[in-house]
């Protein structure tokens, strides 16, 4: 198959500046108002399996103060989101040292943007030995096998399963399932053949991968499960959009297995700018802001006197906007660099993005 390196170059420096700029707005939003890093510092379980469940605490405007949430109690009006703090609480059993949720939202970002940078970096000084299969190893065992279990361990501190199943564990089997994955792509495509039995083994191996995946995202389904109990519905809304771009990589990954060729270049950079953008919008809007108001005792939950929580919970409506929005940017993101920079075809619809831009201005 062709694979234009100069088009490949421009579509990983494109991916490369976008989570640059994810991984810089997060950054700022996290820190200003002089709010500290170890604002975001959570604690995991040293137990394999536990489950911790979301504080929420209520705040009432007569009286100005913050009472427990109380999930039996049905009068209307009780505690609507916009009034609601929540977040996780450190445990008995935890370990001494933090983990910073940040620093975690940063790294997953920082790793694509580093992995893209090289990639189009190495496309553009040896375009001859710079094949198909180093840019999907690449994709693999950098970018996904790294970005994947942290925004995994990251999703699973913030829901509550921050044990050493959630949080050690199900990350570890799934950068060691990313890895096999690559392996096998790279295996089919170099020795199978759409006529060879051994194809069914391929798949045998593609289903146990997939399984292997479902089984790291257990713990994440038990805390979800627990949380969605008393969540505000903005934030399930968010979690099973996560999941599903979370996912999402599993068809093309299949499909080239499938027709045993590297065929959805420029699928994987649209899906992977989608997964992040996704988690960090509801980082941003949502789990950080609530991070600073607990960490930093702007809110004083035993006192009276206080302030509302400013509406920091993600409303329903905000989470079905961006949850469904996102996708949508990201197609529209898809089909122009499929038009213009996919390095898998060969339409001469292809053109230097100087040349594009002089056309749009004119």
Not at 267 to 291: M, P
């Amino acid at each position: 198959m062709d694979f234009d390196r100069h088009r490949a170059c421009i579509v990983h420096l494109v991916c490369a500046c976008l989570h640059l700029v994810s991984t810089t707005v997060i950054r700022v939003l996290a820190t200003k108002d002089d709010t500290p890093i170890s604002a975001y510092d959570n604690y995991v379980n040293k137990d394999f399996f536990a489950y911790t469940d979301w504080k929420i605490y209520c705040y009432a405007n007569a009286t100005r103060n913050y009472s427990k949430f109380n999930e039996n109690n049905k009068a209307p009006g009780y505690c609507p989101d916009s009034t609601k703090l929540f977040f996780v609480e450190r445990g008995d059993n935890a370990f001494e040292t933090p983990v910073n949720i940040l620093g975690l939202a940063l790294a997953f970002t920082s790793v694509s943007a580093f992995v893209h940078f090289i990639s189009a970096v190495l496309c553009k000084l040896y375009p001859e030995k710079y094949t198909l299969e180093i840019d999907s190893t690449l994709r693999f065992t950098l970018d996904y096998a790294i970005s994947a279990p942290v925004m995994l361990a990251l999703i699973n501190i913030v829901f509550g399963a921050n044990s050493v199943s959630g949080v050690i564990a199900s990350p570890i089997v799934l950068n060691i399932a990313l890895v096999l994955a690559s392996l096998l792509l790279n295996y089919a495509i170099n020795h199978g053949n759409s006529k060879d039995s051994s194809r069914v083994y391929y798949f045998i191996f593609f289903a146990a991968l997939c399984i292997l995946y479902i089984l790291t995202l257990v713990p994440t389904f038990i805390a979800v499960g627990n949380v969605a109990k008393l969540a505000p519905d903005g934030v399930l809304i968010f979690m099973v959009g996560f999941l599903f771009a979370f996912t999402s990589f599993v068809v093309p990954y299949g499909l080239e297995l499938y027709k045993l060729k590297y065929a959805y270049f420029v699928a994987y950079a649209a899906l992977s700018l989608n997964a992040k953008a996704i988690l960090h919008s509801f980082l941003a809007i949502s789990v950080l802001q609530q991070a600073k108001l607990y960490n930093n005792s702007f809110v004083n939950v035993s006192g009276t006197g206080q302030d509302p929580p400013k509406d920091m919970t993600t409303q329903e409506a905000e989470a079905y906007i961006i949850v469904f929005v996102t996708p949508v940017i990201g197609f529209l993101l898809y089909l122009f660099l499929k038009k213009y920079y996919d390095p898998l075809s060969g339409s001469k619809s292809a053109v230097h993005f100087s040349s594009l831009m002089r056309q749009l201005i004119l």
